[in-house]
């Protein structure tokens, strides 16, 4: 019996040791992204600019992608138990005892009010003084200071559908709503036989960008996405992709391509960290 065990101990240890250098070297990665929240995520499509980049990414490291879409706390759980080999939606200030690759999204906030309205906020206090439409969990997540705006703003209001967020602004029942820039056109372009989307707006930048990375459970695969990265940056296919997600029906006066392309002159962010 010594001796069988003698014998199995070796063997049990070398299959492992292969299992674990499989999962290092595998070439088709179960990713987690979170639920349908256009254009960064298109659930049911499997695609979106979030889903494609780094499936994109990934693909120049030689690797394809299995997604897999469910709520952030369900994903983070999912990566700690080896059930996913990697998450999207993690932001600089979260630790998941996990190999988190340099930001490759950045959303960013901002409050747009009519022009016509001719508002002056200088800072997330000044919020109170007007009715102020965002999206669902604003409170949680932009922020104490906005959390204490809307705690003491009766006009106050979230809306887990952001198309009626929009539809309150344009027609004027919102002075002001709050949203990513990439998810408020995409959502204009989906009401425009509603309201006139063309009116002019001013975007005031209150809230910092959010730069987002992706949590490996592997080293080695999120050194190889690193270089992915660099890849579809440095031959375009980063550029043509963000393209594709922002190429909605503009208003006149929406200075939406220089915002976007203001916060991805962030690329030497993204490029620094390497």
């Known amino acids: 019996m010594k001796k069988f065990l003698f014998l199995l101990l070796p063997l049990t240890c070398a299959f492992f040791y292969s299992a674990l250098l499989q999962a290092e070297d595998q070439k088709v990665l179960t990713v987690g992204f979170g639920m349908n929240k256009p254009p960064y995520v298109f659930e049911k499509e499997d695609s979106g600019f979030e889903v494609e980049i780094f499936r994109e990414a990934a693909h ?48 960013h906030n901002y409050a747009i009010a009519l022009k016509k309205k001719n508002l002056k906020i200088k800072t997330i206090a000044d919020l109170k003084n007007y009715s102020v439409t965002s999206f669902q ?17 009766p006009q106050y209001r979230e809306f887990a559908d952001q198309k009626l967020r929009n539809i309150q602004l344009y027609k004027g029942r919102a002075d002001v709503a709050i949203g990513d820039i990439r998810i408020f056109e995409y959502f204009n372009s989906q009401i425009e036989d509603i309201v006139d989307t063309t009116q002019p707006v001013d975007l005031f930048k209150l809230f910092k960008e959010n730069h987002y990375q992706a949590a490996f459970r592997s080293e080695s695969v999120m050194k190889k996405f690193n270089e992915g990265l660099v890849v579809i940056k440095k031959n375009g296919t980063y550029e043509k992709i963000e393209k594709k997600y922002s190429n909605y029906k503009k208003s006149k006066e929406f200075p939406s391509k220089k915002m976007l392309d203001s916060h991805m002159k962030n690329k030497a962010f993204i490029a620094k960290a390497f």
Not at 76 to 102: C, F, P, R, W
Not at 139 to 152: I, N, P, Q, T, V
């Open 60 to 107: 120049a490291a030689g690797y394809e992608v299995k997604s897999f879409f469910g709520p952030l706390e369900r994903l983070k759980s999912k990566l700690l138990n080896g059930q996913l080999d990697a998450i999207t939606i993690t932001n600089m200030n979260e630790n998941l005892h996990s190999y988190n690759s340099v930001p490759f999204i950045i959303y």
């Open 137 to 153: 969990r604003s409170r949680d997540l932009l922020g104490s200071e906005f959390a204490k705006m809307s705690s003491e703003n």
